[in-house]
């Protein structure tokens, strides 16, 4: 008889062991929960960094094709009327036309702290372009703006462009002018020099 109660006592769990699963069970889940939560947050900040990228890359490749060379007589050739900030109506996206026609005019000095007219233009969420203007379109998700630098060594025969692309919308405002690239933006820099056509 003493043999049959003591396999009783051994078969089950006891009331101690059962709450030190559940606690280990339960810190398992929160830490798992925690993880799920930095990925998706980690996600939706490679998201806007890596699509910031793209459209800072679309610009700066809009820039360098505008014309900026010599022609047969060797006199100096500039594009300084397209309209950077227009967009022609492609696939799901509506035409947008507003924005200053400037080309690669020479840029006030605070078009990177700034939505000066002509340097800059919206995007939406669908990658679409809004137009530009200083006046931001109410389903902007992206701000692009741009500078026109003459090289001061080589004035008239180079310039120095350059693309910031945030999804701030205070951006120039809160960081009180700062155009220090921050995580989720897209900065990048070129030079145009001219060639003959």
């Given at each position: 008889m003493g043999a049959s109660a003591s396999s009783n006592r051994e078969s089950?769990?006891?009331l101690i062991e059962v709450l030190i699963?559940?606690?280990?069970?339960?810190?398992?889940?929160v830490s798992v929960a925690q993880l799920f939560a930095l990925s998706t947050r980690n996600n939706v900040a490679a998201r806007y960094s890596t699509l910031s990228s793209m459209l800072a890359e679309q610009k700066m490749e809009q820039l360098r094709a505008l014309t900026w060379g010599f022609d047969l007589l060797?006199?100096?050739?500039?594009d300084l009327?397209?309209?950077t900030a227009a967009f022609e109506a492609t696939g799901q996206c509506a035409a947008a036309n507003t924005?200053?026609?400037v080309g690669l005019t020479p840029s006030p000095g605070n078009t990177l702290q700034a939505n000066v007219n002509g340097y800059v233009d919206y995007v939406d969420e669908n990658g679409?372009?809004?137009g530009g203007g200083t006046v931001i379109p109410a389903n902007t998700v992206y701000i692009r703006r741009w500078s026109v630098e003459p090289l001061p060594t080589n004035p008239n025969n180079t310039i120095i462009l350059q693309v910031l692309v945030t999804p701030r919308f205070d951006r120039g405002v809160a960081d009180e002018g700062s155009v220090t690239r921050?995580?989720?933006e897209a900065r990048l820099i070129s030079?145009?020099?001219r060639k003959t056509l």
């Open positions: 089950g769990f006891s699963a559940t606690g280990l069970l339960a810190f398992a889940l060797n006199l100096p050739l500039s009327s397209t309209n924005g200053a026609g679409c372009g809004l921050l995580p989720d030079v145009k020099t």
